[in-house]
Each structure stands twice: as structure tokens, then as C-alpha cells.
């Protein structure tokens, strides 16, 4: 199914319409922490991807989280928690709870304390600070974490797709989102459209709503993609839905960009661990990292779009997996290059 969309004319009204979190805390910075030793970051996060979100030149982290409304206090005691999970559940990885906790009603209303009983007091306790979907911004020796504005917080993320949607030259992510499988007794997660969020170019996002990105999806959201699917230069999207159809988005309204593909050798034909970046009008565009694909199963397609917003002349500098590095000028009239480890230079792309 095809629906058109208005991914873009995010111009100069966008600011205005798009809803700002009014609860993002200041930004905190974080040590990088031994791996031995309790760290700041849950092991909920459900996807992740890297690329430079505030176009410094250094790769810096998305993570999302499938359940952001969990949020237990560091501080509470362990007596003050209480299973999420029936006995059924949880009996099958903890055989021994059939023994001590004879009814469901008992163990519905016993804390954490009462069914770990003496054993909980060996249990290591690995606090969890913050749930939230958030970007860690990469510092010298350390991570600047951003937790993502609240529509990004509404639903769980299950895939993220990482391109220049309206061309600005800043990178903007795309969240697919929503889980209906939950457990008897809990309300399902729905509260997600799939969620475009602009980038202002310093690491921090403005979230759009419907109305202005075009991008509307009640469904369960699962891998969210990139390709140019109409070889317009503008980056399309295509998103995969937990029973109903994929969804596919044509970008109408982007500035279009340069269609790049890569080829590092004949054991990375997509150039899998290269960095693009494009340079024009004195101004050098954030690092690109292709990566193939982040969350549930996705896979981005071999040619990517490079925004070239001014001038469309410019430089394409390529930093090659073995460290080697590329530079192509790039004439305004050329819709995309195909660039190849060897030197090779194409502008007819396959
Ligand atoms: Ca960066
Ligand atoms: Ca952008
Ligand atoms: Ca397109």
C-alpha cells in the first residue's frame, strides 16, 4: 500500500508547529563506565544506531526503548516492587516459585521481597536512572545524553531510520512505534503514530506532528527503512507493521540530494563502515555512517541520498572502513555518483 505523504516543506513554519517538550531536563553528561561496575544505561533498549546527529564530524548514539513508561526509582527498597508478570509466567524460568507461592492470588499480592524471600538479599541490584529514548552525544571522553521529546517517549520504538528528510542538511530520525502484545492485565502501548523528529543541528529534535510530516501509522511499527524509491533524489520511507500491511512514504517535497552508493572491494560491496560527508558553499555537512539498517530487521538500501542544500556543487569526502579516504567533486547537474574503494568514480548509478 502506497500513501502519499508530506515528508517536508519542513520550512520555516515548521518551528512553530512542532511540539516542543516542555519536561526535556538539562542535558547530563555521563563517564564511560567499567564494565563490572553498575552504569547509567538500562539493558531495555530495544533498538540502537549510530551516525552524527549534530553535524560535528563525531558519531553519536540513538537508542530506543521498548517500554519507556517503566521507570522504577533507584531509591525505592526492593520490598516495594511487585512482579509485573503472573506466576505462570515467571514460573517458567523460576521453577521454585510453584513451591513457595501455591495461589496466583498470593503471588499477585506479595512484593518482590516476600517471593525472593532470602535469596533476594543475594541478588545484585542494577539501578536503572533513566528509560527514556534519548541521544548520546559524543564528548571528548565522554557521552552528553538528551532524552528525546516526549511524543518520542509515548510508545515503544521498535525501528529507527536515520536520513536528511527535508534536506537541510541536517540529519532527522524516524520512529516507528507500538506494541499491542502485551500481557492480561496491562494496557497495551498504542499511543504512537510513528514519529518524525527535525533536527536542529546541535544534537536536540523538534517533533512533527501528523499533520506536518504526512506520516500517520496506529499500527504496531516495527523496521523502518530508507531508500529512494522513485530515484528523485529525496529519501523515501518504508515501514513494516506487526499484522497490516508495510507502509510506504514517498517523499514529495525534500530538497533533493546527491544518490550516492559505495563499493569498498568485492567482501563489502556496499562499503559497509564507510563515513560520507558533503562539503559545499564553506559549510561540511555531518558524517554519514553507513551502516546497514537499526531495530527489527531492517535494511537500508544500497544507494543513500546526501542532502546538498545552497549550491548544489560540491565535494564528496568518503572515509573508507581501512581509513583510507576519498574525495570527488561533485558538478551541480550530477544526480549521483557511485564511488568505488579502487578510485573509480561513476555517475550512472544501477
Ligand atoms: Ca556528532
Ligand atoms: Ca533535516
Ligand atoms: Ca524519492
Redesign the pocket.
Known sequence: MTSPATLSNLADDVRSQALKSSQIPEPRTVQPQPPDVDCYLPDRSWVACHTDLDGDGTEDIFTGFADPSLAPSADSPLSGFRPMHGLGILAASVPALRQTHRSHRAFANATLGQILGQEGARIRRLPVCWTASCVLLQRPGAWEVRRLPDLAQASPVHGIAVA?????????LLLSQNDFGVNHGLARDDAGLGLLL??RGDGTFDSLSPDVSGIRMEGEGRAATVADIDQDGRPDLVVTQRGSPTRVFRNLRAEPGLRVRLESGAANPLGAGATVRWVADGKTGPARAWGYGAGQGASDAAIRVMARPGSKAGTLHVSWPDGSRSTIPVGADVPGVWVRRDGQVSDRLP
Open positions: 536528511d528528510w527535508d534536506g537541510d542538511g541536517v540529519e532527522d527535525r533536527g
